[in-house]
Nanobody, 116 residues
Framework: EVQLVESGGDLVQPGESLRLSCAASGFTFSNYDMTWVRQAPGKGLERVSSIGTFGIPTYYAESVKGRFTISRDNAKNTLYLELNNLKSEDTATYYC?????????RGQGTQVTVSS
């Protein structure tokens, strides 16, 4: 059974940083591209970033390019997302997902709230 468990979300002020983690199990993590998606209140799912099996290639949505960094540790079966210079519009539930642009399963999510 695929399990994806996100952590690291918090309430922060604009301009601050966070690091999200996703612990994966139930599949061979190193064989899959991985993705972070987010859902803001009242909006649909948005693909934020993806990463290839060995860390390349990477994809970033235009809205986060230059501020967010995706990475992975295949030895630890863990996916990361570094969020810098956070803005109020980054407020959302962040999910990690198995796969790239055509991801399949996702976790339960971790809440990121950016507010002064």
């Amino acid at each position: 059974e695929v399990q994806l468990v996100e952590s690291g979300g918090d309430l922060v002020q604009p301009g601050e940083s966070l690091r999200l983690s996703c612990a994966a199990s139930g599949f061979t993590f190193s064989n899959y591209d991985m993705t972070w998606v987010r859902q803001a209140p009242g909006k649909g799912l948005e693909r934020v970033s993806s990463i290839g099996t060995f860390g390349i290639p990477t994809y970033y949505a235009e809205s986060v390019k230059g501020r967010f960094t995706i990475s992975r540790d295949n030895a630890k079966n863990t996916l990361y997302l570094e969020l810098n210079n956070l803005k109020s519009e980054d407020t959302a539930t962040y999910y990690c997902a198995k796969g790239g642009s055509t991801w399949t399963e996702r976790g339960q999510g971790t809440q990121v709230t950016v507010s002064s």
